[in-house]
């Protein structure tokens, strides 16, 4: 089983800050990795897919980057509505998620 | 639009079995993968299992022997069948439509596992 380990657990930032959150796995995914955004009560939602393509309907300024097995989330000048929890998921064998990184607007 | 929605009980006993359905519309089951993911209350996503029309199923090793994900195509719905519950399978349900990734989610089904 591929683990993925996100960094950091827990962020607070403050609006107009960028934001970097990072996903780590434990072998190479090629570019099969995506990101999630859960906020209290609500599905996910599929912000990023295979590492940096955007998603029809995603505010421009979530981006992401990376390949092999370290990726980066980047959200730009940070808005209130993105304080949520967001996941890595890969799909390279199977499918696993990283643990979570919770971010809280100030 | 693609819309999914989970049914099923909210609560199940001890060491009997969990059963949930998926209905789908607006895409059929067909035509892709379909998949059920668990959330723990608190805690991260789990993916189960998935299956796709054609006869692939394949589930996460650590419930591969409890679970069974079938399909409905009269009623274009795939459900989730898991055995021999415990408190730990105590989660909110979802199911999901593969398309590379998760793309479609349901709106999730809280099940709760207590005598």
Known sequence: ?106 | QVQLQESGPGLVKPSETLSLTCSVSGDSIRGSYWAWIRQPPGKGLEWIGYFYYGGTTNYNASLKSRVTISADTSNNQFSLNLNSVTAADTAVYYCARVVGTFDIWGQGTMVTVSS
């Open chain 1, 1 to 106: 089983e591929i683990v993925l380990t996100q960094s950091p657990d827990f962020h607070s930032v403050t609006p107009k800050e960028k934001v970097t959150i990072t996903c780590r796995a434990s072998q190479s995914l090629g570019n099969s990795l995506h990101w999630y955004q859960q906020k209290p009560g609500q599905s996910p939602r599929l912000l990023i897919k295979y590492a940096s393509q955007s998603i029809s309907g995603v505010p421009s300024r979530f981006s992401g980057s990376g390949s092999g097995t370290d990726f980066t989330l980047t959200i730009n000048s940070l808005e209130a509505e993105d304080a949520a929890t967001y996941y890595c998921h890969q799909s390279n064998s199977l499918y696993s998620f990283g643990q979570g990184t919770k971010l809280e607007i100030k």
